[in-house]
């Protein structure tokens, strides 16, 4: 079973930047991928972007050229980088491990999630 611990969200005006960090531990069989998602009140959660244990990543159209998302297998970390932040980025921002497929190469959520950690971005 695997543990996520966000961390990393707050305050920040409209261009600024945040860098939000999710602590990975306990068993990860059988998952290949990582992704942060994000949920704005009253809206359904939403993937922002994904990488997969090989270094493939995605993004969210909204977030392309703004948001990157890394990881550092040593440390057990995953992370987001995220600039040049929009009121509409204002969030609460999970990261989750999952599973892309061969056949399907699309990110697929496991019940495994963060507590989430909060961004709001308003000047």
């Known amino acids: 079973q695997v543990q996520l611990v966000e961390s990393g969200g707050g305050l920040v005006q409209p261009g600024g930047s945040l860098r939000l960090s999710c602590a990975v531990s306990g068993s990860a069989a059988n998952l290949n991928a990582m992704g942060w998602y994000r949920q704005a009140p009253g809206k359904q959660r939403e993937l922002v972007a994904s990488?997969?244990?090989?270094?493939?990543?995605n993004y969210a159209e909204s977030v392309k050229g703004r948001f990157t998302i890394s990881r550092d297998n040593g440390k057990n970390m995953v992370y987001l980088q995220m600039n040049s932040l929009k009121p509409e980025d204002t969030a609460v921002y999970y990261c989750?491990?999952?599973?892309?497929?061969?056949?399907?190469?699309?990110?697929?959520?496991?019940?495994?999630w963060g507590q989430g950690t909060q961004v709001t971005v308003s000047s």
């Open positions: 990488i997969t244990n090989g270094g493939s990543r």
């Open positions: 989750n491990a999952g599973w892309v497929g061969r056949v399907v190469p699309t990110y697929r959520s496991s019940a495994t």
